[in-house]
């Protein structure tokens, strides 16, 4: 059965391609893990703040 509503699949550049376009410093690596232990403590419970995750709304418009 197909799917009316999907036009077409495009698939996502796949990360190492992007590690090795994009230039990553010490500060860039400390960053990456501070967010991830603020993360990691809002899903633990541990740290009080809201997270929302929200992901692309151009899902609806083909252009954007």
């Given amino acids: 059965m197909e799917n009316i509503n999907i ?20 500060n860039i690596i400390a960053d990456i893990e501070n967010n991830r232990n603020i993360i ?13 995750i929200v992901g692309p709304c151009s899902i609806h418009n083909i252009n954007e």
């Fill in 7 to 26: 036009s077409g699949i495009e698939e996502l550049v796949k990360p190492k391609i992007i590690r090795n376009q994009v230039p990553i410093d010490d």
């Fill in 40 to 52: 990691r403590n809002i899903l633990y419970g541990s740290d009080k703040r809201f997270i929302a």
